[in-house]
């Protein structure tokens, strides 16, 4: 139930319903969208930026706060743990146990190589298992890897490496073949059809989807398949330098357990870094969809220790965050509540945009309404514009939310709102790094040997904007592919003494660049305890 | 000024805005929480949390991240709970109840008392998806139990020792692999790029100047 204040609006919003349904808003054009972005995406605002003095992407522009966490102080000096006697030996040392990381196991324990997952909460803490609306695979017979391509392309601002791409599209049918023969139950007609919607920017219905459940059904089938296997899995435990070997090639982590902090050390012939995102890091204030322990930790060890990153200053808002109430202020509201069938409705019940286009013209789109149009509704807590998700019901009949979107109806009946029958507030909400650690199509980092990554870590696959469910596919793809190259690779490396000289290395380049600051990385968990 | 309400964490009291969750709740009163945070959404079921209102006989369960305080709550957070988890072989397991008298035997032993079902922080019916489970009947079960997140305050209350979490995870791979129609349209797409068959096609993208590849994308055909 909502409040005295909101009930005008509503009363708005109800009266134009009919009316919404069978509006087909137009999509904007390619010109629109440019100057949208350019006017409201938080990508461009410049203040909001730092140029990096220091590391491989020197003189290139980041977020202020990343900027501060690349450029900090190791947490350790390279005299803090001893690397002669390490804690852990392996073949395959994956860092971060979320839906990439686990994929990757997988693959590399069938590839028959030690592997390990050292993870800084749980096996399964991770935004892969709060992704909600599917997972896209060009299956359907009117569709194609080649459509798939040029959707994910020009919705990244054709800005993606294509070789990662093509690996993206071409892989994805078989990924979500190995995902059903794992026992994910993907939502199917009677007929074994897959049930499939569109997200924003797609061409064709290439959705799947576990009603809106999907990334928690993938991320719980990985880490029972992982415990099945009885894949080696150092919980509590987060990885805050990566060792080198006297070639300058990866060859372990220094890990601190996070509760104890105790220092431990890890050998291995191979590193994959999968680490997840960044929205825990807040950037330009903004509240997320992320996992607690989203803090950009594995961009910071890479760089750190000298690979490169690729598009670290595009970050994807999700257009839909929870604006009402403030218990779940910034939670993430799926695209699929659009895919089948609500729109975006201002204050006056007015459809302001198609509401299907890409997250980052959306974002900027409810930006605009909320600010330089003021259309937005008060929350209370700032502003936001409605998601009309009685529409559902109306297109699809009753039971339709119950069926598809289970997730979001209890979300919100926890707090008296009952989608069903009442419109939710949404405003955009920081939900995943786009760029991230620059890799070639083995998924190796273009500038350190036995340096693997996977998942949302990575850079380049998507280019400047995500599509929905490419997310979800990106940490199967690449994890699985990381896993199985990092397990080959393995067998032929010889690994030498082991070195942290990089982080001498590094704190010499704070000195030099004239860097003043006392803030140690990588962050691993943000601090939200009441600051008196 | 916000109204502020007493809670006792641990059985120590704090006062805290009453528009808290149990878990900002927690960080308003100082704890940076390690253990039993995680998703922050209702998806993850790291803060399966136990709480009791004063004056209250009854015990209640609940997702810290998805509950509001109370006044005079008294709250215990459950950040682990020894679940029994048994390892298979999914590509090579019965597909009937045997698999489950193997597995998790102890589920014949339910007593009927429902406390599963009462305690279940998604307001699932366990008891009936454990039943299901009995009988080998996957497809009910996984369908009953499928938005558990795994939080484990079931078990944690069940007198029969069931790790009901892990027996609903085993039917719903059961069925998600071997009771769920195969997907034809999946497996011939499969086939085709196993053959190359859209090799060119994607060559061709790989090689179109950035200016073509614009125009491909401006005009091309969106799915009704």
Redesign the interface.
């Known amino acids: 139930m909502y409040s005295e204040n909101f009930q005008k609006s509503i009363a708005a919003v109800e009266a134009a319903r009919e009316k919404n349904i069978t509006l087909e808003p137009e999509?904007m054009?390619?010109k629109q969208k440019e100057d949208l972005l350019a006017s409201f995406h938080p990508d461009y605002k410049q203040d909001e930026f730092d140029v990096l003095k220091i590391g491989p992407n020197k003189g290139e522009k980041v977020p202020t706060e990343l900027a501060e966490i690349l450029q900090a102080h190791s947490r350790i000096t390279k005299d803090s743990v001893s690397l002669e006697n390490p804690d852990y030996e392996t073949d395959v040392l994956i860092i971060g146990g979320g839906g990439a990381g686990t994929a990757a196991a997988i693959e590399a324990h069938e590839a028959r190589a030690d592997v390990m997952i050292v993870t800084k909460?749980?096996m399964?803490?991770a935004n892969t298992?709060?992704a909600e609306g599917g997972i896209q695979?060009?299956?359907?017979?009117?569709d194609?890897?080649?459509?798939h391509?040029?959707?994910a392309?020009?919705g990244g601002h054709?800005a993606a490496k294509?070789?990662l791409l093509?690996k993206l599209?071409?892989d994805a049918?078989?990924a979500?073949?190995w995902l059903?023969?794992?026992?994910?139950?993907?939502d199917?007609e009677?007929?074994?059809?897959?049930v499939t919607t569109?997200g924003g920017g797609t061409?064709?219905?290439r959705m799947h989807a576990a009603?809106d459940?999907s990334?928690?059904?993938i991320m719980?089938?990985l880490r029972?398949?992982v415990?099945?296997r009885?894949i080696p899995v150092v919980d509590?435990t987060s990885a805050i330098e990566l060792i080198l070997d006297e070639n300058g090639n990866a060859a372990g982590a220094v890990l601190m357990n996070?509760?104890t902090k105790e220092l431990l050390v890890a050998k291995a012939k191979t590193v994959i870094i999968a680490t997840g995102g960044a929205g825990r890091m807040h950037y330009q204030g903004f509240p997320t969809?992320n996992?607690?322990g989203a803090t950009a930790d594995g961009l910071v060890l890479g760089y750190r220790a000298g690979a490169k990153l690729l598009y670290a200053e595009t970050l994807q808002y999700h257009p839909t965050g929870a604006a009402y109430p403030?218990?779940?202020f910034g939670?993430?509201v799926t695209e699929k509540v659009r895919s089948i069938g609500a729109k975006l409705v201002n204050a006056k019940g007015e459809v302001f945009m198609h509401p299907l286009e890409t997250r980052d013209v959306a974002a900027a789109s409810i930006i605009r309404e909320c600010s330089e149009r003021g259309n937005g509704v008060d929350t209370g807590n700032g502003k936001g514009v409605w998601l009309d998700t009685p529409m559902i019901e109306k297109i699809g009949g009753e039971g339709t939310i119950m069926r598809r979107i289970?997730?979001m109806w209890?979300?919100f009946e926890?707090y008296g709102i009952d989608i069903r029958k009442e419109p939710i507030l949404v405003y955009p909400t920081l939900h995943y790094q786009n760029g991230g650690l620059d890799i070639d199509a083995n998924c190796m980092t273009t500038n350190i040997e036995n340096l693997f990554v996977a998942g949302e870590a990575v850079g380049g696959i998507h280019g400047k904007n995500r599509l929905m469910g490419n997310s979800l596919l990106d940490i199967i793809v690449f994890g699985r592919s990381a896993g199985k190259n990092a397990a080959a690779k393995a067998k032929d490396v010889k690994v030498g003494k082991l070195t942290l000289s990089h982080i001498e290395k590094f704190e010499k380049e704070i000195v030099d660049a004239g860097i003043v600051t006392d803030m140690t990385s990588p962050k691993l968990?943000p601090?939200?305890?009441?600051q008196k | 000024m916000e109204k502020l309400v007493s809670i006792f964490l641990f059985g120590k009291k704090y006062e805290v805005p009453e528009?808290?969750?149990i878990m900002?709740a927690m960080?308003?009163?100082?704890?940076?929480?390690?253990?039993g945070?995680?998703?922050?959404?209702?998806?993850?079921g790291?803060c399966a949390t136990i709480y009791r209102i004063k004056g209250d006989k009854e015990l209640k369960a609940c997702l810290a991240c998805?509950?509001?305080v109370e006044d005079n709550m008294y709250i215990a957070t459950l950040p682990f709970f020894p679940l029994v988890?048994e390892?298979?072989?999914?590509e090579n397991i019965p597909v009937n109840e045997s698999v489950m008298m193997q597995l998790y035997p102890e589920i014949y032993a339910c007593i009927g008392c429902n406390a599963c079902t009462k305690s279940c922080t998604?307001?699932l019916n366990v008891m009936q998806y454990i039943a299901y489970a009995q009988r080998g009947d996957f497809e009910k079960c996984?369908e009953e139990s499928?938005?558990c997140?795994?939080c484990g305050v079931c078990s944690s209350r069940c007198p029969a020792g069931i790790s009901h979490p892990q027996v609903a995870?085993l039917a719903?791979?059961?069925?998600?692999?071997y009771l769920?129609?195969?997907?034809?349209?999946?497996?011939d797409?499969?086939k085709e790029?196993e053959n190359g068959d859209?090799k060119e096609?994607?060559e061709a993208?790989?090689q179109k100047p950035?200016e073509e590849?614009?125009e491909?994308?401006?005009t091309?055909?969106?799915?009704k």
């Open positions: 999509r054009t390619a909460l749980r399964g803490d298992m709060m695979a060009a299956d359907k017979p009117n194609s890897p080649a459509i391509f040029v959707d392309f020009g054709f294509r070789e093509s599209v071409c049918p078989e979500i073949l059903s023969n794992l026992g994910v139950e993907f199917k009677a007929d074994g059809t897959m569109h061409s064709r219905k009603k459940y990334g928690a059904e719980r089938t029972d398949e415990l099945n009885n509590f996070m509760e969809s996992h607690y403030e218990q779940i939670a993430l289970p997730a209890r979300m926890k968990l601090d939200y305890t009441r | 528009n808290l969750t900002t960080e308003y009163a100082g704890y940076q929480l390690v253990r945070c995680g998703c922050r959404n209702g998806f993850c790291a998805q509950t509001k988890k390892g298979y072989d999914i998604q307001g996984a499928f938005d997140v795994m995870m719903r791979r059961i069925n998600g692999k769920a129609p195969g997907c034809g349209h999946l497996e797409r499969v790029i859209f096609l994607i993208l790989m950035v590849m614009k491909l994308y401006n091309r055909e969106i799915e």
